[in-house]
T-cell receptor, first 113, second 111 residues
Framework: AAGVIQSPRHLIKEKRETATLKCYPI?????VYWYQQGPGQDPQFLIS???????DKGSIPDRFSAQQFSDYHSELNMSSLELGDSALYFC????????????FGNGTRLTVT | DQQVKQNSPSLSVQEGRISILNCDYT??????FLWYKKYPAEGPTFLIS?????DKNEDGRFTVFLNKSAKHLSLHIVPSQPGDSAVYFC??????????FGAGTRLTVKP
């Protein structure tokens, strides 16, 4: 069965550069979530989208932005990267109905040097 | 503010025995709870869930118990198998919004 696809799997950037992470949800899933997991930390919710509109906002820095496109894929744009942004970024998708579990991608590991 | 807490960072059990992973939460508005399993280099995988109207949910070897008065839930794995060795995350949400995760418990099942 098709799963959540994230690209790229690995990304290395320098401080102050920008990065774009992509997430392709499971077909027919209309909700996308972004999570950040730093080394040794639990996943932190960043932001979510339902039907192409932002539905919830968590601890996402102002330097980051995200959107969900008409085909339901989502992109997380990160600017003015800092060393502390180095983390594993997970995307998850679900059907918008309350109570639907999240299905996670394998993540994008971002390293900022 | 850690609204979901897994106080045991690791747990080791013998194959065939029961594994019990615990999770506590502070937000009484949480109405949906989930357990995820995570292998190295992979994203978390949904395992089992329970809504606040229930106190128990079973799926094969996995059972989740919810004690709302104590704001506590637990995952029981019986019998434990070496392939169950992974990090287990407890998560909670209110109306499927803004899911909060615990820090995870690393389970090791020894053959």
């Amino acid at each position: 069965a098709a799963g959540v696809i994230q690209s790229p799997r690995h990304l290395i950037k320098e401080k102050r550069e920008t990065a774009t992470l992509k997430c392709y949800p499971i077909p027919r899933h209309d909700t996308v979530y972004w999570y950040q997991q730093g080394p040794g930390q639990d996943p932190q919710f960043l932001i979510s989208f339902y039907e192409k509109m932002q539905s919830d906002k968590g601890s996402i820095p102002d330097r980051f932005s995200a959107q969900q496109f008409s085909d339901y894929h989502s992109e997380l744009n990160m600017s003015s990267l800092e060393l502390g942004d180095s983390a594993l970024y997970f995307c998850a998708s679900s059907l918008g109905a309350a109570g639907s579990p999240l299905h996670f991608g394998n993540g994008t590991r971002l390293t900022v040097t | 503010d850690q609204q979901v807490k897994q106080n045991s960072p690791s747990l080791s059990v013998q194959e065939g025995r029961i594994s019990i992973l615990n999770c506590d939460y502070t937000n009484s508005m949480f109405d949906y709870f989930l357990w995820y399993k995570k292998y190295p280099a992979e994203g978390p995988t949904f395992l089992i869930s329970i809504s606040s109207i229930k106190d128990k949910n079973e799926d094969g070897r996995f059972t989740v118990f919810l004690n709302k008065s104590a704001k506590h839930l637990s995952l029981h794995i019986v019998p434990s198998q070496p392939g169950d060795s992974a990090v287990y995350f407890c998560a909670a949400s209110e109306n499927n919004n803004d899911m909060r995760f615990g820090a995870g418990t690393r389970l090791t099942v020894k053959p």
